[in-house]
């Protein structure tokens, strides 16, 4: 069964996390003075990630004003992917092709294909 998250959990680790942050000390000494194991730290701080990561939109609508457009110039849809990886989406594409490119992209950079 899956637990539901605890607000008043996740605003304590926020604090803790940006207690962490603000002090220079090492995981482990900041750990001991808070009274809470390493483990605890690193689990803590990877939840909050996770959630924050579930909680941000994988895609944003994109508008394009055909004012823009040049005459004489093929319209493309750029994607820059993190490593610096640029992807050109022809205006022609059809949309089961734009679905099918942009499926194969998230497969390919997917995080979680790597565990």
Same mark, same amino acid.
């Given at each position: 069964m899956t637990r539901l998250p605890n607000p008043q959990l996740a605003l304590q680790w926020r604090e803790r996390l940006r207690r962490f942050e603000q002090s220079?000390? @090492?995981i482990a000494k900041f750990c001991e003075?808070?009274?809470?194991s390493t483990a605890s730290f690193y689990q803590g &701080? &990877?939840?909050l990630q996770d959630r924050e990561r579930s909680e941000t939109p994988e895609f944003v609508p994109v508008e394009i004003d055909s004012g823009d457009l040049e005459i004489g110039v093929d /319209? %493309? +849809?750029? +994607?820059d992917l /993190?490593?610096?990886a640029i992807v050109r989406v022809p205006s $022609? %594409? @059809?949309a089961a #092709? #734009? &679905? $099918?490119? +942009?499926s194969a992209i998230v497969e390919a950079t997917s995080t979680e294909a790597d565990t």
């Open positions: 220079s000390l @090492t003075l808070e009274g809470c &701080r &990877r939840r /319209p %493309a +849809i750029l +994607i /993190p490593g610096g $022609g %594409a @059809t #092709q #734009q &679905r $099918g490119l +942009i």
